[in-house]
């Protein structure tokens, strides 16, 4: 099992900057990459950004791309997102997640932080 406990939302303005952390615990060792996913209130939940453990390889959104960054860091188990240029439209639950293996489903999830943007 492998449990993420994520951290670091909150309440900023268009424009300002926030960073999320995702601490995995467990059994780790037994997971290929990490993900950042939201969803907003009424909206399907929807994929960010993912990075891979032993590369640091990155995917991301195509709305976040530019204005978001996935990094990792393999000592402390930990993935972070660094979210600048924040738009009211970002606003949503952030859940990080973990994948077994490059092509399958993320089958642990973190609890979620809320992430709001006032225009």
């Known amino acids: 099992q492998v449990q993420l406990v994520e951290s670091g939302g909150g309440l900023v303005q268009t424009g300002g900057s926030l960073r999320l952390s995702c601490v995995a615990s467990g059994r780790t060792s037994s997971t290929y990459g990490m993900g950042w996913f939201r969803q907003a209130p009424g909206k399907e939940r929807e994929f960010v950004a993912s990075?891979?453990?032993?590369?640091?390889?990155?995917t991301y959104a195509g709305s976040v791309k530019g204005r978001f960054t996935i990094s990792r860091d393999n000592i402390k188990n930990t993935v972070s997102l660094q979210m600048n240029s924040l738009k009211p439209e970002d606003t949503a639950v952030y859940s990080c997640?973990?994948?077994?293996?490059?092509?399958?489903?993320?089958?642990?999830w973190g609890q979620g932080t809320q992430v709001t943007v006032s225009s």
């Open positions: 990075i891979t453990w032993s590369d640091g390889s990155t």
């Open positions: 997640a973990a994948k077994a293996v490059r092509v399958g489903p993320y089958s642990y």
